[in-house]
């Protein structure tokens, strides 16, 4: 009687101990290391896109171009056109057609021209708490490294 229980109960333990244990590696990092969810050009894959939602194909542009708006008002040493450039080739090495570099360049300009516009008219913009948050992503985005993380 205890053999045919296991045969029975064999396939529905396993399938769960499976999903138990690729939830378990998701939640400590260890997902990305072994490749699957390794999130180099802003698309969810493989067996993270079950625990990790999907990015908005338009976050990264929007991500740069605030971020080298608030770094610019709050007094970082950088050329933002450079960066610009920069951000832009890596878009087309990764195949963005001419539509494509379109809206991502009109993203990260009026995600600049917002950021700045609204942070110019804030004398106490540039907490320590901010320029800590700012220096490690723009220092990422200087080395030519826009992955999202």
């Known amino acids: 009687m205890h053999l045919r229980f296991w045969k029975i109960c064999r396939p529905p333990v396993a399938v769960a101990s499976a999903v138990a ?7 400590c990092g260890t997902m990305s290391s072994l490749g699957g969810g390794g999130d180099d050009d802003g698309a969810s894959t493989g067996l993270a896109s079950f625990t990790k939602k ?3 194909p338009m976050d990264r542009p929007t991500r740069v171009g605030w971020t080298s708006a608030r770094a610019a008002r709050c007094g970082f ?15 087309q ?3 963005a057609d001419p539509k ?9 300009d009026y995600s600049l021209q ?11 913009y540039c ?16 080395a030519g490294d826009f992955r999202t993380l």
């Open 21 to 27: 244990l690729l939830f378990a590696l998701s939640a």
């Open 54 to 56: 999907r990015a908005d």
């Open 93 to 95: 090495s990764y195949g």
């Open 127 to 142: 907490t320590r708490e901010r320029v800590d948050e700012i220096r490690p992503e723009l220092n990422r985005y200087l």
């Open 114 to 124: 917002s950021t700045a516009e609204g942070a110019k008219h804030d004398a106490g």
């Open 77 to 91: 040493v950088f050329d933002p056109a450079r960066l610009r450039a920069s951000y832009f080739a890596f878009e």
């Open 100 to 108: 494509r570099m379109q809206d991502i360049q009109k993203a990260y």
